[in-house]
């Protein structure tokens, strides 16, 4: 099975920045979309950012739209996701999704293997 750690959460104030990273075990990334949803306590996941299994294509939320960058290293099996200007509204658990296809997709229900998540929480 293809199994998705996520990592690189923490507190950091807003307008900072971090970087999370998705790495796949199991099988390499090629060939692979990979996105990043985010889920807050009480609130339907939401979706972030996805990226082409090649990575030459990518889409995001209008509200990461120009903070976000969503990249991947298929040698490396790893997916990013560099968080610049974070706002308090981005406080949320963040989880790596993957499906096999060639093209991204917003829509949750497009991804079949997820990760548990990582804690991204932004002080005021």
């Known amino acids: 099975q293809v199994q998705l750690v996520e990592s690189g959460g923490g507190l950091v104030q807003a307008g900072g920045s971090l970087r999370l990273s998705c790495v796949a075990s199991?099988?390499?990334?090629?060939?692979?979309?990979m996105a990043w949803f985010r889920q807050a306590p009480g609130k339907e996941r939401e979706f972030v950012a996805a990226?082409?299994?090649?990575?030459?294509?990518?889409m995001y939320a209008d509200s990461v739209k120009g903070r976000f960058t969503i990249s991947r290293d298929n040698a490396k099996n790893t997916v990013y996701l560099q968080m610049n200007s974070l706002k308090p509204e981005d406080t949320s658990v963040y989880h790596c999704?993957?499906?096999?296809?060639?093209?991204?997709?917003?829509?949750?229900?497009?991804?079949?293997?997820w990760g548990q998540g990582t804690q991204v929480t932004v002080s005021s």
């Open positions: 999704a993957g499906r096999l296809g060639t093209s991204p997709a917003s829509r949750a229900s497009d991804y079949g293997t």
């Open positions: 199991g099988r390499t990334l090629g060939r692979m979309t």
């Open positions: 990226t082409s299994w090649s990575g030459d294509g990518s």
